[in-house]
Each structure stands twice: as structure tokens, then as C-alpha cells.
T-cell receptor
Framework: GAVVSQHPSRVICKSGTSVKIECRSL??????MFWYRQFPKQSLMLMAT?????????EQGVEKDKFLINHASLTLSTLTVTSAHPEDSSFYIC???????????FGPGTRLTVL | AQTVTQSQPEMSVQEAETVTLSCTYD???????LFWYKQPPSRQMILVIR??????QNATENRFSVNFQKAAKSFSLKISDSQLGDTAMYFC????????????FGKGITLSVRP
């Protein structure tokens, strides 16, 4: 089946630093990728939608200057958390849409801890 | 706007028994998809089953089947012969048909399978 990889799986950083998370679709082309944030025992909260070659669309309340998203190719999207603070600590999940299959597949997630 | 409601936060089932997870949704769309995703303790989101709204036949995937009632906007998941590995959070999700459509998730339900 379709696979989406995410790297790193876990990252710890100091407050004020930036962290980049990569999301790759491994066996299909993803014109659209999504970034979610999830708190423990809660549902996924959509942060932004990225389309290959264009600017990401952010959900209301999500700071686009803080969460930089780049979708440079049909198989790669990156999320950069800039000047991270402890309140940014969370579980971040990417997802890629396989339009041909009409399905959306998820990466394994990245646990970010900001000290 | 679409809404997805999962009103049961937790359920428990004995191994080998059958359990049904409820989900209702609200939309004015005519063409859409419904999904059930499983999130085990590893937190990897796994697609369990998918239903196209235009199909009257209920989707089935091995031990997993749905009861799709379009008029009632209900989409329940039945797990037969429950296994310990079914222990997870289950999310019901809605997605309208369209190139830039987004998944809308319910709050999720925590299912525990007892040995």
C-alpha cells in the first residue's frame, strides 16, 4: 500500500531554535499534502494544506510565519517551526493525498519537544 | 461547513466479540467520502475503511464493515471478532469530493479490547 514517511520521528530542541520536519510520499505523487497537529487523546487539527509549486493555505489561527511550509516537489513537503517555544511542543503529522486512489495516507508523525 | 460527531469517547469489548462505533455527520454536499481511521498507541494513522457516498452498498474490509445510512447521515463501524490489536483510537472522517477538499475528523473514540 501507499506509504508516507516523516523525518525525524522525534526531536528535542532549545527554545528559540528552528526545526524542520520532512514528509515524503514514497510510491505515489502527492499534489496535495497536509500538516496536522495533535495533542494527546485529541483529534487531528489541520494546520495547513500545501499544493506542489504553490503557497500553502493556512487554517485560521495558524501563524504562517511561524510554521513555514514548502512543497517543492510531488513527493516532498517540509514544515519548519521557526523560533520554537515550549507551547509548540506537540505531535505533528503530515498526510499526502493520492488523487488516483481517492485516498489520503498519513506519515508516522513527529514528536517535537521544545525545552 | 461539515461536522463529524463521535459522541462516545470510550468503549470496551471482549476479545472475539463484535463492537459497533457510532458516527454521524452533517453536510450539504452531494458527493463525498467517509472514512474510518485507526490510530494505535504507535500513533500511526491507518485507513481502515472508505465509503463513497454515491454507493449504496456498505463497504467491507475483512472484519471491518460499515453501516452507511445516507438519509440519516450516519456512518457506523462494526468490528467483528475483535482482536487485541484492534485496541486504538478510531476516528470517523468526512471529505467532500473535489481537488482541494479537506478531511474533517470527529473527536475520536478510544476502543479497548479486553483479553
Amino acid at each position: 500500500g501507499a506509504v508516507v514517511s516523516q523525518h525525524p520521528s522525534r526531536v528535542i530542541c532549545k527554545s528559540g531554535t528552528s526545526v524542520k520536519i520532512e514528509c515524503r510520499s514514497l510510491d505515489f505523487q502527492a499534489t496535495t499534502m497536509f500538516w496536522y497537529r495533535q495533542f494527546p487523546k485529541q483529534s487531528l487539527m489541520l494546520m495547513a494544506t500545501s499544493n506542489e509549486g504553490s503557497k500553502a493555505t493556512y487554517e485560521q489561527g495558524v501563524e504562517k510565519d511561524k510554521f513555514l511550509i514548502n512543497h517543492a516537489s510531488l513527493t516532498l513537503s517540509t514544515l519548519t517551526v521557526t523560533s520554537a517555544h515550549p507551547e509548540d511542543s506537540s505531535f505533528y503529522i503530515c498526510s499526502a493525498r493520492d488523487r488516483l486512489a481517492g485516498k489520503q495516507f498519513f506519515g508516522p508523525g513527529t514528536r517535537l519537544t521544545v525545552l | 461547513a461539515q461536522t463529524v460527531t463521535q459522541s462516545q469517547p470510550e468503549m470496551s469489548v471482549q476479545e472475539a466479540e463484535t463492537v459497533t462505533l457510532s458516527c454521524t455527520y452533517d453536510t450539504s454536499e452531494n458527493n463525498y467520502y467517509l472514512f474510518w481511521y485507526k490510530q494505535p498507541p504507535s500513533r500511526q494513522m491507518i485507513l481502515v475503511i472508505r465509503q463513497e457516498a454515491y454507493k449504496q452498498q456498505n463497504a467491507t474490509e475483512n472484519r471491518f464493515s460499515v453501516n452507511f445510512q445516507k438519509a440519516a447521515k450516519s456512518f457506523s463501524l462494526k468490528i467483528s471478532d475483535s482482536q487485541l490489536g484492534d485496541t486504538a483510537m478510531y476516528f470517523c472522517a468526512f471529505m467532500p469530493d473535489g481537488a482541494n477538499s479537506k478531511l474533517t475528523f470527529g473527536k475520536g473514540i478510544t476502543l479497548s479490547v479486553r483479553p
